[in-house]
């Protein structure tokens, strides 16, 4: 079975701070790894994913991830901070093969202050 | 907007009752999910259609059903509703059989209330 762990369900930043959350996988064969963001009263919008190549992922609004196999993990990063980055983070795994199936973390909340 | 829509947006209704949550999905998207979204169990999977017929199912309760007719809009409909299935139902859409490599778009969703 694959899992995901988020690390914080809050995490505060100043407005041009480095923003890092932080998201380990748990899966039995290779993954896939999505981030998702949600802002308030919204559905879900795909950051980036990563299912195979550069394990250095850029995705919109300046963020990017890598994954590391031998740490397990996916973390994802902002060099600067924006006070419209402030939403819902969502670590997601899925397996390589087959059918899309979507197993998500709890999510971190990403607070901005000016 | 992700192009997906949802209807109604609020739903507010009583224990034991049903209703029905409704998705639209992207133009061109075969593939239509199903998510529930509630504080207790954060973002669950429910349920997945691609072109009218079920493909994978989730953590979805025998009271939930879900079918996607030949116009590729889906329905979920949830029956003797208790308090527990208060949360916001989200519905995505893909392109194809809901592929790994897929991107899944999701609607606004429908926040359901029950009291």
């Known amino acids: 079975a694959q899992s995901v762990t988020q690390l914080g369900s809050h995490v505060s930043v100043s407005e041009g701070a480095l923003v890092l959350l932080r998201c380990n996988y748990s899966s039995s064969v290779p993954p896939y790894l999505f981030w998702y963001v949600q802002y308030p009263n919204q559905g879900l919008q795909l950051l980036l994913k990563?299912?195979?190549?550069?394990?250095l992922v850029k995705g919109i609004n300046g963020f990017e991830a890598e994954f590391k196999k031998s740490e397990t993990s996916f973390h994802l990063t902002k060099p600067s901070a924006h006070m419209s980055d402030a939403a819902e983070y969502f670590c997601?795994?899925?397996?390589?093969?087959?059918?899309?199936?979507?197993?998500f973390g709890t999510g971190t909340r990403l607070l901005v202050s000016p | 907007d992700s192009g997906v829509t949802q209807t109604p947006k609020h739903l507010i209704t009583a224990t034991g009752q049903r209703v029905t949550l409704r998705c639209s999905p992207r133009s061109g998207d075969l593939s239509v999910y199903w998510y529930q979204q509630s504080l207790d169990q954060g973002l669950q999977f429910l349920i997945q259609?691609?072109?009218?017929?079920?493909?994978a199912k989730g953590n979805i309760l025998e009271r939930f059903s879900a079918q996607q007719f030949p116009d590729l809009h889906s329905e979920l409909n949830l029956s003797s509703l208790e308090l527990g299935d208060s949360a916001l139902y989200f519905c995505a859409s893909a392109l194809a059989g809901g592929l790994a490599t897929d991107t899944q778009y999701f609607g606004p969703g429908t926040r359901l209330t029950v009291l």
């Open positions: 259609y691609y072109n009218g017929e079920e493909r």
């Open positions: 997601a795994v899925s397996t390589n093969t087959g059918f899309q199936k979507l197993v």
């Open positions: 990563y299912t195979t190549g550069a394990t």
